[in-house]
Each structure stands twice: as C-alpha cells, then as structure tokens.
C-alpha cells in the first residue's frame, strides 16, 4: 500500500501522508469532540437552572417564613431566593435609584416599599426601571399600584465587593433621590425597621415595570473557556498539519523579490 501521494491544484501543492493524516484526523476528532462536550455540559446547565427558576417561583413561600437566622444582610444562601408577599404598597414614599440605564437610556431604578398584612413589615421591592431624567425636569413614572397585591419576588443580596455611594438624601421630598440602597439609612428615615433585603419582581407582577437587572445566569463561562481551548487546538493542529505538507506558506508570504 502506497503510503504517500502527491496533490495539485493551480499553484497550491500538497504531499499527504496518509497514515500520519488519520494520526492528525483522529487528533483534531478528539480535541472537537472534547469542545463540544463542553459546550454540551453548559447547555445541561443552563436548562438545569431554568428548571430550578421555575420550581422555585412556583414554589414561593411567604417572606414571613425565612427563619430569622438566615436574615442577616451579608448571607450569600439568600440571594436570588424567590418569596411571595402579601400586602399593599406604600406608593407615596417611592425611592428613585439616579443614573441606571436600559438599552443606552438613562432613567430611574424605582423601589417602592411594600407593607406585609401578616405583620405591617415594610419590604423595599425593586421594582425595576422608568424614565424620567432627560429633559431636565421631566417626572419620573412610577406607575403607582393601589390596593392589595400578592406579588413573587427574588431576594437580592449585594455581592461583598458591590459599591455604595454616599447619597445627600432630602427626606422631607418624596419620592427620595439616592445614589445607593442603603436599608439602614432608610429604616432610619422611614422610622421602622425594615426586611433586610431589597427584593426583585419577577416578571408580570403587580407594579412591574422595566426589569432591567442582569439575569440570574448559570456560570457556563468556564465551559465555554473550555471549549473555545479545545476548538482551537483542533484548528491549530489542522493547520499546522497542512502547513508542513504543503506549499500553503510559500503561497501566502507572494513571490521573492
């Protein structure tokens, strides 16, 4: 069996050896498939979380029922954890977050306290984001929501490095101008203590508007990492290969001059 055979096409040539040619096959086969197991693995997370999202908005317990131990303000196991409340909104002490944005517009984060009918708790509920900043003057729309509402929200527990910006509040105007969520600072404004957590509507709630937070995402980041690594190793070899037994590189660099 002839081992080697010699190909032409126009100016490009190439000498191919095969049994060195299903070596390099097999190799960059095995690198693509390892690519694509890594892609498979980020897909099975992704519909994992999206199975878990759903068993738990449907699953939502009353805020009232977290153990008290498990509500202290840095607890990581809190965050994104989908509860119901029960109550009505406090629609005239409304809290604008300044300079978020969505889709390159700037407007408002509006938070509107809830109050619980269990027990008259206020819960600072994120409602999402209205416009309202530019032209200068121009109101915010809050949407207001009367009446009692029974509304699914998510816990939001700000990450250990997140930023907080002193804000130069004027409490005596409402809705109030902050830079920040700072609970204890409202609570103190408010005069009561408050759930020690903003929550985030779920979509097609009562007083939902634009929810333009970041989805909660699985991490897939270091699977795809994984996989753009073993694709190019696969392209790398195939054209590393190709390099060596052909003319490729001569053809590319033009004539000598």
């Known amino acids: 069996m002839q081992l080697h055979s010699n190909h032409a096409l126009g100016g490009f040539h190439i000498r191919i050896n095969w049994l060195v040619t299903a070596c390099v096959l097999m190799t960059v086969f095995a690198f693509a498939r390892l690519g694509i197991w890594q892609l498979d693995r980020a897909a099975e997370k992704v519909d ?18 977290i153990p008290v131990g498990h509500l202290h303000p ?21 809290i604008l977050l300044l300079a978020e944005f969505f889709e390159a517009q700037i407007g408002y984060g509006v938070v509107t306290p809830l109050r619980l009918a269990s027990n008259g708790q206020l819960v600072l509920v994120h409602r ?3 416009t309202g900043i530019l032209p200068q003057g121009t109101p915010p729309d809050l949407r207001p929501v009367a ?8 816990i939001h527990v700000p990450g250990a ?10 409490p005596s105007t409402w809705p109030l101008r902050v830079r920040s969520l700072e609970i204890d600072v409202l609570s103190e404004i408010l005069g009561e203590p408050l759930f020690p957590f903003e929550v985030r509507l779920t979509a097609d709630q009562a007083g939902t508007l634009v929810r333009h937070w970041p989805a909660v995402n699985p991490d897939v980041n270091q699977n ?10 696969a392209l790398l070899i195939l054209f590393a290969s190709l390099l060596a037994s052909s003319n490729l590189w001569a053809l590319l660099r033009g004539p000598k001059r």
């Open 128 to 130: 999402g984001w209205t």
């Open 48 to 65: 994992a979380q999206r199975a878990l999202e759903l068993e738990l908005r449907d699953s939502a317990p009353p805020v009232e029922e």
């Open 147 to 154: 009446g009692p509402v029974t509304v699914t929200a998510q």
């Open 224 to 233: 795809l990492s994984y996989a753009v690594q073993w694709f190019s190793f």
């Open 74 to 94: 840095a607890n990581p196991e809190m965050q994104n954890r989908h509860v119901t409340l029960r109550g009505g909104y406090d629609n005239s002490h409304s």
């Open 161 to 170: 490095n997140a930023r907080v910006f002193d804000s130069e509040i004027d």
